[in-house]
C-alpha cells in the first residue's frame, strides 16, 4: 500500500532564509508526487508535482521540489521564505502501477515563518 | 467555473443522528474522493471513485457510505453519527490529463461536521 511521511509537525524560519518541509514516500510501483498548500479556514491548493522527467520540479509561489528516487524522497524548497508563506504543506502521492485513483496524504507540515 | 462545490459548510449533529454530505463537480472528472482532516492526522481518504458506478474503500471507511450518483455528483452519507466523526470533510476530483499522466486533484472547500 503506498504511503507518504512528513516527519515534521513545524517548521520555522525566518523571513529571507531557506526553506525545507520533508517529504518521504513508499509505493509498491513508481510514484505520482504532489504538493499542496492550506490557508486558514480554506481547502486544499495545488503547489507543484513530479510526475516523470527532470527531478527538480517548479511550482506555483517560487516553490521547487526534488524528487530523489534512491531515499524515496519529496522535498518542497524556497530559497527565499516570505511571511505569506506561512500555511500547512501537505505531501500526497498516488501508485503508478497499482491503483492509480488513489492518492493519499502524509499528516501536513505547519509552516511558520517570522518577520 | 465553480470546480468543486461542497454542501453544507458547517453541520451540528446529535450522537445517532444522519446527515448526507454533497459534493458536486463541473470539471468532467472521473475519479472523486471523500477526506477527513484531523489535526495531527492530516487528510485521510474515506472513500474514492475512479468513475460513475464504482467506489472503493480509503482508508478510513468505517461508518460512511457513499454514493456516485452520476459524473458529477459524490455523496458522503452518516448513518449513525459519533462524536468521533466531528472532522473537516473535503471532497476533491481529478484525472488523466494531456500525456496520460494524473493532473493534480482540485478540492472543495470543506464542510466543518461537529457531532455532539
Known amino acids: 500500500a503506498q504511503s507518504v511521511a512528513q516527519p515534521e509537525d513545524q517548521v520555522n524560519v525566518a523571513e529571507g532564509n531557506p526553506l525545507t518541509v520533508k517529504c518521504t514516500y513508499s509505493?509498491?510501483?513508481?510514484?505520482?508526487l504532489f504538493w499542496y498548500v492550506q490557508y486558514p479556514n480554506r481547502g486544499l491548493q495545488f503547489l507543484l508535482k513530479?510526475?516523470?522527467?527532470?527531478?527538480l520540479v517548479k511550482g506555483s509561489y517560487g516553490f521547487e521540489a526534488e524528487f530523489n528516487k534512491s531515499q524515496t524522497s519529496f522535498h518542497l524548497k524556497k530559497p527565499s521564505a516570505l511571511v505569506s508563506d506561512s500555511a500547512l504543506y501537505f505531501c500526497?502521492?498516488?501508485?503508478?502501477?497499482?491503483?492509480?485513483?488513489?492518492?493519499?496524504f502524509g499528516t501536513g507540515t505547519r509552516l511558520q515563518v517570522f518577520p | 467555473n465553480a470546480g468543486v462545490t461542497q454542501t453544507p459548510k458547517f453541520q451540528v449533529l446529535k450522537t445517532g443522528q444522519s446527515m448526507t454530505l454533497q459534493c458536486a463537480q463541473d470539471?468532467?472528472?472521473?475519479?472523486m474522493y471523500w477526506y477527513r482532516q484531523d489535526p495531527g492526522m492530516g487528510l485521510r481518504l474515506i472513500y474514492y471513485?475512479?468513475?460513475?458506478?464504482?467506489?472503493d474503500k480509503g482508508e478510513v471507511p468505517n461508518g460512511y457510505n457513499v454514493s456516485r450518483l452520476n459524473k458529477r455528483e459524490f455523496s458522503l452519507r452518516l448513518e449513525s453519527a459519533a462524536p468521533s466523526q466531528t472532522s473537516v470533510y473535503f471532497c476533491?476530483?481529478?484525472?488523466?490529463?494531456?500525456?496520460?499522466?494524473?493532473?493534480?486533484?482540485?478540492f472543495g472547500q470543506g464542510t466543518r461536521l461537529t457531532v455532539v
Open positions: 509505493v509498491s510501483g513508481n510514484p505520482y
Open positions: 470539471m468532467n472528472h472521473n475519479s
Open positions: 476533491a476530483s481529478s484525472e488523466v490529463g494531456a500525456g496520460g499522466y494524473w493532473a493534480e486533484a482540485f
Open positions: 471513485s475512479a468513475s460513475e458506478g464504482t467506489t
Open positions: 513530479y510526475i516523470t522527467g527532470d527531478n
Open positions: 500526497a502521492v498516488r501508485d503508478v502501477l497499482y491503483n492509480t485513483d488513489k492518492l493519499i
